[in-house]
């Protein structure tokens, strides 16, 4: 994938500036929301879809379209289809993701699902079918409410900037980054760059008396 450069600073700065920064999750609250996931094979799965998303950046569409085929662990990568823009793709995983993958693939296996089936499939009723992406959102809204209060956002989508975020917290370029969540220009994932500038900022001036 060929990354455009960004805007020139000045223009590029305005924009950041005027817009509203949005949140993230801390590790903290993404590890609440794995434990309020419940148990048994639905608990599972909610565990490992918030898991691809948090871990390797992936949309919520992506993330349910995914097949068992799609998942590459001799070389670590996940075949994205149907990306932004109807194309397909593939990115990287950690091994840190195993756990959750396996977890999930233990229940799914327990089921004779029709070969065509996605990933992450419903085991029960309509079973093999896809999830529909509006559960995933009043799932995660439900127990973000639960969690964090009434207030607090909680969706997919911030899952997939934690885990931009996360990666420039870890020193990862933009560029770099930008790459590993499939932008076409580096514009958009400056604005993660903004978040974790000033997550960053806050944590120094905690200490600075």
């Known amino acids: ?6 805007l020139k600073w000045g223009r590029h700065q305005k924009l950041i500036t ?7 999750f801390t590790d903290e609250q993404v590890e609440q929301l794995m434990q309020a996931s419940g148990g048994g094979a639905l608990g599972a799965r909610f565990r490992c879809i918030i898991a691809v998303m948090w871990m390797c950046g992936l949309r919520i569409g992506e993330a349910l379209d995914l097949k068992p085929s799609d998942i590459d662990w001799s070389e670590n990568k996940i075949r994205i289809r149907n990306g932004k823009g109807g194309n397909d793709d593939w990115t990287v995983m950690p091994n840190a993701f195993r756990p959750y993958y396996d977890g999930w693939m233990a229940h799914r296996k327990k ?10 499939c419903v085991l029960s009723k309509s079973v093999g079918k896809r999830i529909y992406p509006q559960y995933i959102w009043n799932r ?5 409410k639960k969690l964090f209060g009434e207030d607090e956002p909680c969706h997919p989508h911030m899952l997939r900037r934690t885990c931009a975020t996360r990666r420039l917290h870890k020193g990862y370029d933009l560029i770099d980054v930008a790459s590993f969540l499939r932008h076409k220009t580096t514009a958009s994932t400056h604005h993660y760059l903004v978040i974790a500038n000033k997550e960053d900022l806050a944590k120094k ?3 600075d008396w």
Do not use: R
């Open 140 to 144: 995660m809204k439900q127990l973000g």
């Open 111 to 120: 089921v004779d699902l029709p070969k065509a089936s996605p990933l992450f």
């Open 1 to 6: 994938m060929i990354i455009k450069p960004p």
């Open 18 to 24: 005027m817009s509203k920064i949005k949140k993230v």
């Open 205 to 207: 001036a905690a200490d």
